[in-house]
């Protein structure tokens, strides 16, 4: 069965950067794009970027240009988001999300959570 | 705010039927663009619903439909559950943004 399996949690200060991976099993890692969405406390869904395993083509939301940096690593089926000069409003859940044949979101890992503070 | 607009809430008696509407604009859902709908408990991830406008993966009951209308979508729910309590979000394409666009969520009670 498809899984996505998310890193554990991460406190990081103003200005750091943190990096969460994605581990896919249960289908083949370069047939479909991975998609990030995060979600702020009390808040909705919002999408962040994706990534195409097979070439490394990355589509990043305009608001993250520059700030985010996905990457995949198809010997081990992991995607990896890379997330700098983190912010106090960066604190959220951060999902990874496999891209369905109709651009949804048809699996979802576990989420991560960011706690980005002083 | 979001790119899609949902009520904040709804609520229904069990065995009652809900719908749950998802506004779009003309680069999302009015330009053709697919919607689907999540259904997600608090502290968990989201789970697939509908994709494709009105699809239903596997393990999905029927109870649950979805349809799309010029600039908007519905979510039908038929035979409330207690089980079907949290917050549905719908999520399409948008051109403009090149990239997804959700919903703010609709928060589901059954009374």
């Known amino acids: 069965q498809v899984q996505l399996v998310q890193s554990g949690a991460e406190v990081k200060k103003p200005g750091a950067s943190v990096k969460v991976s994605c581990k896919a099993s249960?289908?083949?890692?370069?047939?479909?794009?991975i998609s990030w969405v995060r979600q702020a406390p009390g808040q909705g869904l919002e999408w962040m970027g994706w990534?195409?395993?097979?070439?490394?083509?990355?589509n990043y939301a305009q608001k993250f240009q520059g700030r985010v940096f996905m990457t995949t690593d198809t010997s081990t089926s992991t995607a990896h988001m890379e997330l700098r000069r983190l912010r106090s409003d960066d604190t959220a859940v951060y999902y990874c999300?496999?891209?369905?044949?109709?651009?949804?979101?048809?699996?979802w890992g576990q989420g991560t959570l960011v706690t980005v503070s002083s | 705010q979001s790119a899609l607009t949902q009520a904040p809430s709804v609520s229904g008696a069990p065995g009652q039927r809900v719908t749950i509407s998802c506004t779009g604009s003309?680069?999302?859902?009015?330009?053709?663009?697919?919607v689907h709908w999540y259904h997600q408990l608090p502290a968990t991830a989201p789970k697939l619903l509908i994709y494709?406008?009105?699809h239903r993966p596997s393990g999905v009951p029927d109870r649950f439909s979805g349809s799309k209308s010029g600039t908007s979508a519905s979510l039908a729910i038929t035979g409330l559950q207690a089980e079907d309590e949290g917050d549905y979000l719908c999520?399409?394409?948008?051109?403009?943004?090149?990239?997804?666009?959700f919903g703010g969520g609709t928060k589901l009670t059954v009374l």
């Open positions: 999300a496999r891209n369905g044949r109709v651009a949804q979101a048809d699996y």
């Open positions: 249960g289908y083949t890692f370069t047939t479909y794009g």
């Open positions: 990534i195409t395993p097979n070439n490394d083509n990355t």
């Open positions: 003309s680069s999302n859902i009015g330009a053709g663009y697919d």
């Open positions: 494709g406008n009105n």
């Open positions: 999520q399409s394409y948008d051109n403009n943004l090149r990239g997804w666009v």
